[in-house]
């Protein structure tokens, strides 16, 4: 079965941090750049921070530029998502996502994790 399953969210202060984590089965990670977004309720689903196949490119949105770094640990089928000085606009539930890269941009691929909460307290 083909899944992507997001763990790590949770409650926190402002300025604290997370370390989400989306561990694929299924199907073998290395063969796709991998997205992270996330939605907030009563918003859209928004990007948040991409990485190549290769881990040779990254992108960010720019209000997590700076305190959000992706990775990969393809060995371990494993992307990360660590989320440092944490703000309440970062409340929201995080998903992963499959997908690739097509002039430098990350583009939606069609699995996608279930998400996980992350709150952020004031």
């Known amino acids: 079965q083909v899944q992507l399953v997001e763990s790590g969210g949770g409650l926190v202060q402002a300025g604290g941090s997370l370390r989400l984590s989306c561990a694929a089965s299924g199907f073998t990670l290395s063969n796709y750049a991998m997205g992270w977004f996330r939605q907030a309720p009563g918003k859209e689903r928004e990007f948040v921070a991409s990485?190549?196949?290769?881990?040779?490119?990254?992108s960010y949105r720019d209000s997590v530029k700076g305190r959000f770094t992706i990775s990969r640990d393809n060995a371990k089928n494993t992307v990360y998502l660590q989320m440092n000085s944490l703000r309440p606009e970062d409340t929201a539930v995080y998903s992963c996502?499959?997908?690739?890269?097509?002039?430098?941009?990350?583009?939606?691929?069609?699995?996608w994790g279930q998400g996980t909460q992350v709150t952020v307290s004031s």
């Open positions: 996502n499959a997908g690739g890269y097509y002039s430098e941009s990350y583009y939606q691929g069609a699995i």
């Open positions: 990485i190549s196949k290769s881990r040779g490119s990254t």
